[in-house]
């Protein structure tokens, strides 16, 4: 079992900026975690934010490409800088894992557009106001 905890959320002005954290703990020895970032506004569905795929590219959201900028450090921590929030950007953020294994031959190919995650953590609320 993977335990995701997010961190980082709060409330900020229009324009302003916040980072997000997550860490990873669990899941198998050998394994590394393929993450990402979803969330979801006030009587939305949750939508994919932003991932990083095995190899390490990133995929964007539309609605936050040049704005938000997804990290991974090492093995099992990521974050998720956000510049020029907006107040549609207000929502639960969520952090997703994958467990892959490299010395397998494992890859781990995701992308926002697919909320297929095998785990995700509780969220933390970001707030921006106009």
């Known amino acids: 079992q993977v335990h995701l905890v997010e961190s980082g959320g709060g409330s900020v002005q229009s324009g302003g900026s916040l980072r997000l954290s997550c860490v990873a703990s669990?899941?198998?020895?050998?394994?590394?975690?393929?993450m990402g970032w979803f969330r979801q506004a006030p009587g939305k569905e949750r939508e994919g934010v932003a991932t990083i795929n095995s190899n390490g590219r990133a995929t964007y959201a539309d609605s936050v490409r040049g704005r938000f900028t997804i990290s991974q450090e090492g093995r099992n921590t990521l974050y998720l800088q956000m510049n020029s929030l907006k107040p549609e950007d207000t929502a639960i953020y969520y952090c997703?894992?994958?467990?892959?294994?490299?010395?397998?031959?494992?890859?781990?190919?995701?992308?926002?557009?697919?909320?297929?995650?095998?785990?995700y953590g509780q969220g933390t609320q970001v707030t921006v106001s106009s």
């Open positions: 997703a894992a994958e467990i892959f294994l490299p010395r397998y031959g494992g890859t781990c190919e995701k992308d926002p557009s697919r909320d297929d995650f095998a785990y």
């Open positions: 669990g899941g198998r020895v050998y394994g590394n975690y393929c």
